[in-house]
């Protein structure tokens, strides 16, 4: 019985290193593993709390992801793919894609019962994809779906044109727990074939 008990302290050797390397150490652990860490004991636990909230308030925040408003996918895609946040895609469920834009003009609000699609009182959003940024998308595009020349070449030219379908493409692409992505048709009764 002594010799049992004396693996298991010497099992638990990590929670013999200072709660700054822990916290460390829980910050370098897989995204999804976070909690199962946590649950292990009271001092990791104690040390994943700022973690832990963080994922609380990416749950809340990015459980669902609408376009209604047009910043949301390029402020997404930027913090998750330049400022490399993994928590964002880990917590989004669900995509609601409202409709496409096909030019800066129409980067305005979408309304929810319009007689005209966008809202036509709002400023289009003035957007800047930088060099970097806009190369790091398409890599991901490129390491993602493996496209031919001329696919990525339309793709950069969509996405300088303003059309914003790459950018949802990429955002359902690189979410892990996506479990749904709601479609909005035109009013027209034509489908917007933003994502085609």
Not at 57 to 86: C, E, F, W
Request: hydrophobic share 40%; charged share 30%; glycine share 4%.
């Amino acid at each position: 019985m002594a010799t049992d008990h004396q693996k298991a302290e010497e099992a638990d050797r990590l929670t013999l290193l200072p709660a700054e390397l822990l916290v460390d150490i829980i910050e370098h652990v897989d995204v999804a593993s976070h909690l199962n860490l946590a649950c292990t004991c009271k001092k990791i636990a104690k040390c994943s709390a700022g973690i832990l909230r963080r994922h609380r308030k990416a749950h809340n925040q990015y459980g669902v992801v609408s376009d209604l408003q047009p910043a949301t996918m390029p402020t997404l895609l930027r913090n998750i793919v330049t400022h490399r946040d993994p928590l964002i895609t880990c917590h989004i469920r669900s995509l609601e894609i409202w409709g496409r834009r096909r030019f800066w003009e129409d980067w305005r609000p979408f309304m929810l019962q319009p007689r005209e699609r966008f809202d036509e009182d709002a400023l289009p959003l003035e957007w800047l994809f930088e060099d970097e940024e806009r190369a790091e998308y398409m890599r991901l595009f490129e390491d993602m779906f493996h496209p031919d020349h001329y696919d990525t070449c339309m793709a950069k030219q969509q996405l300088d044109e303003g059309k914003d379908g790459i950018l949802k493409v990429l955002l359902t692409a690189i979410c892990p727990r996506l479990n749904s992505v709601k479609y909005v048709l035109c009013d027209a009764g034509n489908r917007d074939e933003s994502l085609v």
